[in-house]
């Protein structure tokens, strides 16, 4: 069992940067992918970034790679998302997963376990 909190979020003028955080709590932390996805109002929820559990892989959506960087340590048990070069368009709630590597890719159905999102609102 996983439990997911986010944190980090907040509102940032277009070309900024925030860092978002993703605490887990569980001793199997590190045996899991983790990926961050993300939902704006009127859209379906979309792939942004994910990490397997060594952090030797990471994987991008096309829409914020070279903006965006995942890492993670888990010593910490935490996963976080590094987002500079901020647009209007990056605004969403943003949720971390935790899960097999397709899923959190976004690439495959199956159950993750998912936080309960942190708001990124990017004005213009």
């Known amino acids: 069992q996983v439990q997911l909190v986010e944190s980090g979020g907040g509102l940032v003028q277009a070309g900024g940067s925030l860092r978002l955080s993703c605490a887990a709590s569980?001793?199997?932390?590190?045996?899991?992918?983790m990926g961050w996805f993300r939902q704006a109002p009127g859209k379906e929820r979309e792939f942004v970034a994910a990490?397997?559990?060594?952090?030797?892989?990471?994987y991008y959506a096309d829409s914020v790679k070279g903006r965006f960087t995942i890492s993670r340590d888990n010593a910490k048990n935490t996963v976080y998302l590094q987002m500079n070069s901020l647009k209007p368009e990056d605004t969403a709630v943003y949720y971390c997963?935790?899960?097999?590597?397709?899923?959190?890719?976004?690439?495959?159905?199956?159950?993750?376990?998912w936080g309960q999102g942190t708001q990124v609102t990017v004005s213009s």
């Open positions: 990490i397997r559990w060594s952090g030797g892989t990471t």
């Open positions: 997963a935790a899960g097999p590597w397709g899923v959190v890719t976004g690439r495959a159905k199956g159950n993750a376990y």
């Open positions: 569980g001793r199997t932390f590190s045996s899991y992918a």
